[in-house]
T-cell receptor, first 113, second 115 residues
């Protein structure tokens, strides 16, 4: 089954404790992207990747890191989480950037206390 | 100016009516336009996409694109309570570098269909 898999679904952590949210897709998609969603602010792009080893900042990259060492994986790293990073996070992928629809993971609800 | 703008709503329509959702975008070079539906706490799901000027119909949904005026709309005919959700407009725009494209979302319009 074609899918984007995010883990974990829920995560509660404390300020400053490094964490990684994993994202994997099995559709051989070139484009992958991370979004965060907060009430009233819609989906805001954190980072995106056009292919292996090619990544770029989105609209809200501060406090986040990503890597794209393999085509299928695009982990999101929070090296020192803060409470303002409490949010709902989505990973998404598509075959051709901007030309084909995005496939979304199920989301990760992160709480930083 | 935001790259993609939508009225946040809520837009309330009675059951059976036509719901009209609008979206404007700033990049004249944008060529791909998507509508996603999102239920609270769930991931967005694709409703329709459109590339060319004019209308595209799929069941009860019609997407309309006007590139000259830089807007795209979604019409939902015979609205049902199950259509109550947030509708996200997404547009491809030029990425920061390298000639790539990226997808940018509007903040979404919340639709409420009243039984």
């Amino acid at each position: 089954e074609a899918q984007v898999t995010q883990n974990p679904r829920y995560l509660i952590t404390v300020t400053g404790k490094k964490l990684t949210v994993t994202c994997s897709q099995n559709m051989n998609h070139e484009y992958m992207s991370w979004y965060r969603q907060d009430p009233g602010l819609g989906l805001r792009q954190i980072y995106y990747s056009m292919n292996v080893e090619v990544t770029d900042k989105g609209d809200v990259p501060e406090g986040y890191k990503v890597s794209r060492k393999e085509k299928r994986n695009f982990p999101l790293i929070l090296e020192s989480p803060s409470p303002n990073q409490t949010s709902l996070y989505f990973c998404a992928s598509s075959l051709t950037p901007g030309r084909t629809p995005l496939h979304f993971g199920n989301g990760t609800r992160l709480t930083v206390t | 100016q935001k790259e993609v703008e939508q009225n946040s709503g809520p837009l309330s329509v009675p059951e059976g009516a036509i719901a009209s959702l609008n979206c404007t975008y700033s990049d004249r070079g944008s060529q791909s336009f998507f509508w996603y539906r999102q239920y609270s706490g769930k991931s967005p799901e694709l409703i329709m996409f459109i590339y060319s000027n004019g209308d595209k119909e799929d069941g009860r949904f019609t997407a309309q694109l006007n590139k000259a005026s830089q807007y795209v709309s979604l019409l939902i005919r015979d609205s049902q309570p199950s259509d109550s959700a947030t509708y996200l407009c997404a547009v491809n725009i030029a990425a920061n570098s390298g000639g790539y494209q990226k997808v940018t979302f509007g903040t979404g319009t919340k639709l409420q269909v009243i039984p």
